[in-house]
T-cell receptor
Framework: AQSVTQPDIHITVSEGASLELRCNYSYGATPYLFWYVQSPGQGLQLLLKYFSGDTLVQGIKGFEAEFKRSQSSFNLRKPSVHWSDAAEYFCAVGLTSGTYKYIFGTGTRLKVLA | KAGVTQTPRYLIKTRGQQVTLSCSPISGHRSVSWYQQTPGQGLQFLFEYFSETQRNKGNFPGRFSGRQFSNSRSEMNVSTLELGDSALYLC????????????FGPGTRLTVL
């Protein structure tokens, strides 16, 4: 069955520290992969996406993600976190057939310490 | 380009009432999807409309319904509200095909008392 796993429910980092949010997926076909960010009470904003090509994808706000097919992973990284990055982050897999367009992970809530 | 807009942003209703939420997609986008987000269940897919037709439907009871108009604007209706319907309802639009990126609106926060 298709699924997306974000193993870390909460992550706390200090401002200026590096960040890596994990995402693993289970999907038989070539995945379309997304990272979204959600600030409290807001909708989801697209950070970056991977469809094909270069496995290292650059996004907005200084984020990047690397697709590793052998590990079925699409981890999100940022070299230096800012206090404004505190939010919830969702990984999603886009499906090319079936009822669901996206399967979302359960999210990782990021807290940034000043 | 203007983003996805949703109205109202906040809504308070009582059990048994019905509610209608509205979503205006990005200009040129023909697909509109609706999601329910709750702390316990995360993001759950409600349904997708494309060219005024429901193209896909998630696993929600018939109290949840929707429609799409010729200008791609979409409405979602929930009848006979229950306490468990309290949630953030998100609308997302995309141009056409399944592989197009979805762009989300700010959501409507529904509270059922």
């Amino acid at each position: 069955a298709q699924s997306v796993t974000q193993p870390d429910i909460h992550i706390t980092v200090s401002e200026g520290a590096s960040l890596e949010l994990r995402c693993n997926y289970s999907y038989g076909a070539t995945p379309y992969l997304f990272w979204y960010v959600q600030s409290p009470g807001q909708g989801l904003q697209l950070l970056l996406k991977y469809f094909s090509g270069d496995t290292l994808v650059q996004g907005i706000k200084g984020f990047e993600a690397e697709f590793k097919r052998s590990q079925s992973s699409f981890n999100l990284r940022k070299p230096s976190v800012h206090w404004s990055d505190a939010a919830e982050y969702f990984c999603a897999v886009g499906l090319t057939s079936g009822t669901y367009k996206y399967i979302f992970g359960t999210g990782t809530r990021l807290k940034v310490l000043a | 380009k203007a983003g996805v807009t949703q109205t109202p942003r906040y809504l308070i209703k009582t059990r048994g009432q019905q509610v209608t939420l509205s979503c205006s997609p990005i200009s040129g986008h023909r697909s509109v999807s609706w999601y329910q987000q709750t702390p316990g269940q995360g993001l759950q897919f409600l349904f997708e409309y494309f060219s005024e037709t429901q193209r896909n439907k998630g696993n929600f009871p018939g109290r949840f319904s929707g429609r799409q108009f010729s200008n791609s604007r979409s409405e979602m209706n929930v009848s006979t509200l229950e306490l468990g319907d309290s949630a953030l309802y998100l609308c997302a639009s995309s141009p056409d095909s399944r592989t197009d990126t979805q762009y989300f609106g700010p959501g409507t926060r529904l509270t059922v008392l």
